[in-house]
T-cell receptor, first 115, second 115 residues
Framework: AQTVTQSQPEMSVQEAETVTLSCTYDTSENNYYLFWYKQPPSRQMILVIRQEAYKQQNATENRFSVNFQKAAKSFSLKISDSQLGDTAMYFCAFMKRDSWGKLQFGAGTQVVVTP | ETGVTQSPTHLIKTRGQQVTLRCSSQSGHNTVSWYQQALGQGPQFIFQYYREEENGRGNFPPRFSGLQFPNYSSELNVNALELDDSALYLC??????????????FGEGSRLTVL
């Protein structure tokens, strides 16, 4: 069984600054995907960024980037130039390659962006 | 393109009652997954439906059951409700297994309160 751990319940960051969210996971699988999902107060989960485990290059989506360390089983998310609209709950998630749609989520990190 | 819609948005039931939650998947998506998100926690996988067949189940008792219809909409049924069933129930749709990138498209959820 896989476990996903997010050790930071809440992070606060000022507008335009950078914040890094940590995520570690435990698995015996070699082929898998990792995700960061965002859940704003509206409750609708939105995919932020996705990483395939077989790719060594870290994924980047505009102001969002990850630091994927496969050996260490670590998958952190960096939010650069933080904006007020980034305020949300952020969930790290794991999915085995052959388990489409069956994600294992962490407990989440609440990010609060202040003016 | 129509996104994932869920109904009802909020509902209150008493212990022992039964509830049905509904989900319309995003246009073109034939896979629906259901998740339970308890307060302050990450979503937990309940089960998934692909082309009207159950395609995997998480660690939930049989009183949690589901259906998928020919138009790929889906229902989640919970019998003999317990207080611990109080949660946000999320529906997520995705492309069929062969084309799945692992990205899920979530609805805004149904908030169930069991008294």
């Amino acid at each position: 069984a896989q476990t996903v751990t997010q050790s930071q319940p809440e992070m606060s960051v000022q507008e335009a600054e950078t914040v890094t969210l940590s995520c570690t996971y435990d698995t015996s699988e070699n082929n898998y995907y990792l995700f960061w999902y965002k859940q704003p107060p509206s409750r609708q989960m939105i995919l932020v960024i996705r990483q395939e485990a077989y790719k060594q290059q870290n994924a980047t989506e505009n102001r969002f980037s990850v630091n994927f360390q496969k050996a260490a089983k670590s998958f952190s998310l960096k939010i650069s130039d933080s904006q007020l609209g980034d305020t949300a709950m952020y969930f790290c998630a794991f999915m085995k390659r052959d388990s489409w749609g069956k994600l294992q989520f962490g407990a989440g990190t609440q990010v609060v962006v202040t003016p | 393109e129509t996104g994932v819609t869920q109904s009802p948005t909020h509902l209150i039931k008493t212990r022992g009652q039964q509830v049905t939650l509904r989900c319309s998947s995003q246009s073109g998506h034939n896979t629906v997954s259901w998740y339970q998100q308890a307060l302050g926690q990450g979503p937990q996988f309940i089960f998934q439906y692909y082309r009207e067949e159950e395609n995997g189940r998480g660690n939930f008792p049989p009183r949690f059951s589901g259906l998928q219809f020919p138009n790929y909409s889906s229902e989640l049924n919970v019998n003999a409700l317990e207080l611990d069933d109080s949660a946000l129930y999320l529906c997520a749709s995705s492309l069929g297994l062969a084309m799945n990138t692992g990205e899920l498209f979530f609805g805004e959820g149904s908030r169930l309160t069991v008294l």
